[in-house]
Each structure stands twice: as C-alpha cells, then as structure tokens.
C-alpha cells in the first residue's frame, strides 16, 4: 500500500518552487541543444504585410523535422529528470526504513497516477468524457463527410500520414504524453504533499502549464516579421494560448484528481490536440442548411458533458486525491 502522510512533508512554498523547477526544465529542455532551439535569419527586411514569412533554408522552424526529433529527445529527457526529482522528494521524507525503496516506488507509482488498478467502467468512463464535449466539432466533421468510413475520410492522409510524421508524433503522442506526466502527475503530486486542498490544485497547478506554453510567441514575433505589429500578434495570440491551455489544466487538473489516473487526462489531451478548436462560425457558413442542428449539436455537447463530468469520474476504489484536507480516507 502506497505510504501516505499524516501531516504535509513540505511546504506551500517548496511546492511553489518544486512547480517553477519542474516546469522551467521541461521548457528549458527545448533550448539546450542547438538543433532543439529555432533560428531566424537576420537578414529579412521587416514585413509591413502583417502576414508570415516564407522559411529560408539557413532557419531552423519549430515544424523542421530536425527540430522536432531534437525536441522530442529533449522534453523526453526532461520528463524522466521531473519524475526522477519527485522520486527523490518521496525517497527523502519516507526516511530510512527497511523497505524504503519498494514504498518509495509504490507511492511514486500511485501518486503519478500511472498504477492501473483494474479494468471497469470507472476506468473507461473517464476517457469518453472529452468525446462528449466535443459532440458540436464531431456533428460538423459528419455534415462534412470526415468521419472514419465517410467519403472524405482517408485512412492514409487522416491516419498513417498525419499521426507517423514527426510532426504527427509530437502534436499527438510525445507532447501530451510527457505534458500531462510533467504539469499534471509531478506538480499535483508535489502540491498535494504540501496540504494543498482539491480547489488549489485544480486552479493553481494548471497556471505553469499554461505559461509553458507562452515561449511560442517568440516564433510567431520572428515569423511576421520582427515588428510592432508582429509583436502585437505574438502577445495577442500568446494570451488567447496561455488561457484555453489553463483552462484545460483545470479540467485535466479535475480529472486527475477525481481518477487519480493520468491515463484520462492523456487521453483527454490528445483528442483535444487532434479535433484543434472548435470552429463553429464556420461550420454555421459552410451548412446554413443545417443551422439549428449544429447550434443543437453544440448544445447537447456541453450539456452533455456537464452532466457525465461528475458521474463519470467519481472516485473509485482507485488511489485518489480527490477528498480534500482534512482527509477522511487518505493523508497527505
């Protein structure tokens, strides 16, 4: 049985500093190789046009190959060093003890989320939670005929060359995998073991996982052209990032908790990734025909999802961090 606390091993704000060291070395991983980090050339003119930039060969851009291999590699790396430092954590307050490293193992285990305990709904209705939001999108893509077995849907452009590229590998595997390992099973676990209650941890943990994701904006500055107006698109379009990312952090933050599985979240995550954001107003325009379905889709799905949110992740039998402080089953 994974050890549990009866009074929080570390502090709120070790936790804080555990959450910027295991954030800073999954981003800062990106930029220690030179083939992991982009190049701009400095030889471009500015472009008053305000759209971006044809790539020239002596550029490295975040979609090379190259990079995107070299990235892969690095945020790799840096997920086994984050999982490594909360294992020490854990090995350091467990003590000396004669079965110190097989609980310091369990309780790595359980507190990451990666045990999986059994195989029953409650390990399957998780999954499907996202799905049901994204009811809408999935109405549209069927109008469309995209669907698996549609007419438009093709096994090798949909399938094999969209999810065995490089760039497929990292939109749909590799970056959710070690994302949600990273901002969701090593910094709820560090938050947890400071006494963090449930609310804290849904709302504050996601925060580093959305300003992981504001360093893009140095590509979309270089990419438009190094401007005033390339800056404001690069801030503008980094805002619009940092909050939908910390919005799914506090879902993915919720499930987590509730699950006390990362599994749902990485899932979760990666269909995210494939459907992209809904586009709505489009589909409106493209099936004028079908207004009130799309508007009803729509409607269902976030309905839907609000209603399956809380029944399809009740905590189980499941090692959970859901009861908050104080806890009635569990300590910290």
């Not at 500015?46 to 070299?70: C, F, I, M, Q």
Request: aromatic share 16%; glycine share 8%; charged share 15%.
């Amino acid at each position: 049985m994974p050890l549990v606390f009866n009074s929080p091993p570390i502090s709120v704000a070790t936790a804080h500093l555990l959450t910027f060291i295991l954030g800073f070395n999954y981003v800062g991983s990106l930029y220690v190789s030179k083939h992991a980090r982009l190049s701009f050339s400095k030889d471009r003119t500015n472009n008053a046009t305000g759209t971006p930039y044809g790539k020239l060969k002596n550029e490295r851009w975040r979609d090379d190959s190259s990079v995107v291999k070299a990235r892969i590699l690095a945020g790799t790396i840096a997920t086994i060093l984050n999982c490594g430092l909360v294992f020490y954590i854990l090995w350091s307050v467990i003590g000396d003890r004669p079965d110190r490293f097989a609980m310091t193992l369990e309780t790595f285990v359980a507190r990451l989320g990666f045990k999986i305990y059994y195989l029953d709904m409650d390990m399957i209705l998780p999954h499907l939670v996202t799905p049901v939001l994204f009811i809408g999108p999935l109405f549209g893509m069927y109008l469309g005929g995209h669907l698996p077995f549609q007419s438009r849907f093709y096994f090798q452009n949909d399938v094999v060359d969209k999810f065995t590229s490089w760039i497929g590998l990292r939109n749909y595997t590799m970056a959710p995998i070690t994302e949600e390992i990273v901002f969701r099973s090593c910094v709820i676990a560090v938050y947890h073991m400071s006494g963090a209650s449930a609310n804290r941890m849904i709302f504050l943990g996601p925060l580093s996982f959305g300003l992981a994701h504001v360093h893009h904006a140095w590509d979309t500055f270089n990419r438009y052209g190094r401007t005033a107006s390339a800056a404001k698109r690069a801030i503008v379009m980094s805002l619009f990032q940092l909050a939908y990312t910390t919005l799914f952090g506090f879902y993915c933050s919720y499930m987590f908790l509730r699950t006390g599985s990362v599994y749902p979240t990485i899932t979760a995550h990666i269909f995210c990734n494939i459907m992209g954001l809904p586009e709505i107003s489009w589909e409106l325009k493209a099936y004028p025909n079908r207004r009130k379905a799309i508007l009803f889709a729509y409607a269902v799905g976030i309905m839907g999802f609000a209603l399956v949110l809380g029944p399809w992740t009740r905590p189980g039998g499941m090692y959970t961090f859901w009861n908050a402080r104080p806890y009635d089953n569990m300590s910290y």
